[in-house]
Every structure is written in structure tokens, then in C-alpha cells.
């Protein structure tokens, strides 16, 4: 509810504050990038305040929860979780690198399609007695390029590390040091067969944790960049007449 709430507020907010800046702020920026911050940065807010309470719970409270029971039932099983957990945390922040100048980049380039493409379908009569499409045509082309160099660019950067620290963080590995662990302890006749078995069902929680810890991560960075695109449309200079009559409107 507070997520739809906060919707409701900034788009309308949005729609009124456009209303009264200057005309040729609207032209040269064009609808799509206004579309797009009306439309899908506010969409973005809305499914951080809507989602993030959740995964912030599980990101947190799994691993520690996690961890002090492990340790309760036996520090060297928490010791080999934890090291796989750090192991995991490490290769995704390597992959999280430059992802804020990558997004800017992705972002920009989105924008820019959603300008040419409505730009293209509003001059179409014009488009049409002219230019045969070819100039506007090629505007919208370039975008399209700009936008797959620059997601092709991040993924390249990215994709090797995201997915060996995925594979990390699933399961198996957490699994493979708690059974290595438990061999080292049976040698030296140590081993707690109960404890082992509930380090079995135990120990993935950490590593699961951290797949919601990385999409947070994802969503504040993707938030922040929208909240300063809301904000910038927000802090444009209304027209010093307006403010004038809406001044004599409230006085009246």
C-alpha cells in the first residue's frame, strides 16, 4: 500500500510540476525521456519500497540466524560455511564493479529509444512527405545500436564473475566444504554424527542469503539513479508567470 501511495504522490506531483515549466524544456528533452521518468523511474521506487523489506529481512537475518546456530553445534562447520560465504560475497562484488558508470551508460541509452521511437511515430505524416523515413529512421536505428553496445558491454564485464559466484552460492559448494570438514573430523575420531547432519540441512542458509543481499544491492543503485532522475525533472524552474498567477488565485 505505501509502495502504490508513493506512486500516486510522485506522479502527481510530476504531472503538475511539468505543467508549469517552460515549453521548450518539454521539446528538447522530448516525451520519451519524460515518459520514461514519469512511467518507469517512478515504477522503479515503487518496487524497491515494495520488495526491499522482505529481502533485507532474509539477507540479514538468514546468515547470522545461520551462523550462531553452526557455531552452537559445532565453530568448525560455521568456520567452513563462512569461508564459502566470504568466497561468494567476493566474486559478486568483483562482478558488481563499475556496474554504477555501466547503468548510467544502459540507461541513458533506453532513454534515448524511448525518445526517437515516440519521435519517429509522431512525425510520420511529416516523415512521409519528406524524408521517406531514412533520417528519422537512422535516429532510431542508432539508438537501438547504442542501447545493444552498451548492454553488451556490461554483460561482457560482468557475466564471467556473476556466474562463478553464483556457483559459489548455490548449494553444492557450502555442501562440499561441510563433508570435507566432516572427513578431517572422523580421522581424528571427533565427529559428531548429529551435528553433522544438521550442519547438512543448516549450513545453505548463508549462502542463499546472498543472492537477495546481491539484488538489494541492484535495487538502491537502480533507485538512486531514478530518484535523482525525479528529482532533477522536479527542480526545473516553473515560469515566473505562472507562479504569479497561481499566487493571485490563492490570495483571491
Known amino acids: 500500500m505505501a509502495a502504490f501511495h508513493l ?3 510522485l506522479r502527481t506531483n510530476l504531472s503538475q510540476h511539468l505543467a508549469t515549466v517552460p515549453l521548450g524544456y518539454i521539446i528538447s528533452n522530448g516525451s520519451g525521456t519524460l515518459k520514461k521518468v514519469i512511467q518507469d523511474d517512478v515504477k522503479t521506487l515503487h518496487a524497491f519500497v515494495a520488495d526491499s523489506t522482505p529481502m533485507i529481512a532474509k539477507s540479514i537475518v538468514a546468515p ?12 568448525r562447520f560455521a568456520l567452513a560455511t563462512l569461508i564459502v560465504f566470504i568466497l561468494g560475497w567476493i566474486t559478486m562484488a568483483f562482478a558488481m564493479r563499475d556496474s554504477k558508470t555501466l547503468r548510467i551508460k544502459y540507461e541513458k541509452s533506453q532513454s534515448n529509444i524511448n525518445k526517437t521511437v515516440i519521435e519517429f511515430a509522431q512525425a510520420m505524416p511529416v516523415v512521409r512527405t519528406f524524408d521517406e523515413g531514412t533520417t528519422s529512421f537512422k535516429r532510431y536505428n542508432d539508438a537501438l545500436l547504442d542501447y545493444k553496445t552498451n548492454l553488451h558491454h556490461w554483460m561482457n564485464v560482468s557475466a564471467f564473475s556473476a556466474k562463478l559466484g553464483m556457483i559459489v552460492l548455490s548449494p553444492l559448494p557450502t555442501l562440499i566444504a561441510v563433508i570435507i570438514t566432516a572427513i578431517y573430523l572422523s580421522n581424528f575420531g ?16 548463508m549462502a542463499d542469503s546472498m543472492m537477495p543481499l546481491m539484488w538489494i544491492n541492484n535495487h538502491i543503485k537502480k533507485s538512486q539513479a531514478s530518484a535523482l532522475k525525479i528529482q532533477e525533472v522536479l527542480e526545473i524552474k516553473s515560469l515566473e508567470i505562472l507562479k504569479e498567477t497561481k499566487s493571485i488565485t490563492l490570495e483571491a
Open 7 to 9: 506512486e500516486q504522490i
Open 64 to 75: 547470522i540466524s545461520t551462523f550462531l546456530i553452526l557455531s552452537i553445534i559445532d565453530y
Open 190 to 205: 571427533v565427529l559428531n554424527l548429529f551435528g553433522f547432519i544438521c550442519a547438512l540441512f543448516l549450513s545453505t542458509g
